[in-house]
């Protein structure tokens, strides 16, 4: 097979998923799939900003207790 004809196979596969993708989409089914990503990919984002939170809030206190501890050991150095 010679480059012309790979370059048209890949371009006629390539037009052909992309034609049954909007297919399915622009169906009652595929707006539903479409729907239920939407609000998976929402739960997914408030979960990590959940968890990136708690990540700050994590790292913030061991900066405080750290702080603390430096400055204990200030103190009984004095």
Same mark, same amino acid.
């Given at each position: 097979m010679n480059?012309?004809?790979?370059l048209a196979? $890949?371009? $006629?596969?390539? $037009?052909?998923?992309?034609? $049954? ?37 994590? &790292?913030?206190?061991? &900066?405080?207790?750290a702080e ?11």
């Amino acid at each position: 097979m010679n480059d012309k004809s790979k370059l048209a196979l $890949a371009f $006629a596969l390539g $037009a052909s998923v992309g034609a $049954a993708i909007a297919y399915f989409l622009t169906t009652e089914e595929g707006e539903k799939t479409v729907d239920q990503m939407k609000e998976k990919a929402s739960e997914i984002k408030d979960q990590l900003d959940e968890r990136f939170e708690k990540g700050k809030r994590a &790292v913030h206190d061991l &900066v405080d207790t750290a702080e603390k501890i430096i400055d204990n050991l200030s103190q009984q150095k004095s």
